[in-house]
T-cell receptor, first 114, second 108 residues
Framework: GAGVSQSPSNKVTEKGKDVELRCDPI?????LYWYRQSLGQGLEFLIY????????KSGLPSDRFSAERTGGSVSTLTIQRTQQEDSAVYLC????????????FGPGTRLTVL | LAKTTQPISMDSYEGQEVNITCSHN???????ITWYQQFPSQGPRFIIQ???TKVTNEVASLFIPADRKSSTLSLPRVSLSDTAVYYC?????????FGKGTSLLVTP
């Protein structure tokens, strides 16, 4: 079956612009997660969705970051007024439910802010 | 979230067995131990998960001592394609704490 897909695979933007990153989870997975991976670093948890609601937004680094999920499926991560420190790979994962379930990751979106 | 400590890097030759040990002294009763593998330009991929004793699947084995304060991922007869970063995670929830992982380099 199809895995988690993300688009675009690469995004180059200018400082101050807004960007939207998309995640299509595995069909039927109720839980969806966003992570950020900076160069040479581990993954940093950003936000978690259970269905369409986000019970945990604690990892979002600033109010310039927001995310939504519609129809219990596709999720969009939006970064407003991008800064150079936002440059990273943004990874999305999904799992059948929350908790210790295996998370299935997409290939990521590489964001470069010039 | 329990903190984990694992070696930054390891080298191995093809065909050898590789053991990567992870320390997690503050593991909680409800925590599971999970290992992920990440290749360059890809998202992490689940390898194995365990709670105690030994778990084995078609890819690896996971050894967990009785006190659960450490765990060892064992990769039998590694190949060049096993060159990747391996992450040890401890927790019972969704916010996976990946850390920097162990970068394994397999050479001929």
């Amino acid at each position: 079956g199809a895995g988690v897909s993300q688009s675009p695979s690469n995004k180059v933007t200018e400082k101050g612009k807004d960007v939207e990153l998309r995640c299509d989870p595995i069909s039927g997975h109720t839980a969806l997660y966003w992570y950020r991976q900076s160069l040479g670093q581990g993954l940093e948890f950003l936000i978690y969705f259970q269905g369409n609601s986000a019970p945990d937004k604690s990892g979002l680094p600033s109010d310039r970051f927001s995310a939504e999920r519609t129809g219990g499926s596709v999720s969009t991560l939006t970064i407003q007024r991008t800064q150079q420190e936002d440059s990273a790979v943004y990874l999305c994962a999904s799992s059948p439910s929350e908790g210790a379930d295996t998370q299935y990751f997409g290939p990521g979106t590489r964001l470069t802010v010039l | 979230l329990a903190k984990t400590t694992q070696p930054i890097s390891m080298d191995s030759y093809e065909g050898q067995e590789v053991n990567i040990t992870c320390s997690h002294n503050n593991i909680a009763t409800n925590d599971y131990i999970t290992w992920y593998q990440q290749f360059p330009s890809q998202g992490p991929r689940f390898i194995i998960q365990g709670y105690k004793t030994k778990v084995t699947n078609e890819v690896a084995s996971l050894f967990i001592p009785a006190d659960r304060k450490s765990s060892t991922l064992s990769l039998p007869r590694v190949s060049l394609s096993d060159t990747a970063v391996y992450y040890c995670l401890v927790g019972d929830g969704y916010a996976l704490n990946f850390g920097k992982g162990t970068s394994l380099l397999v050479t001929p």
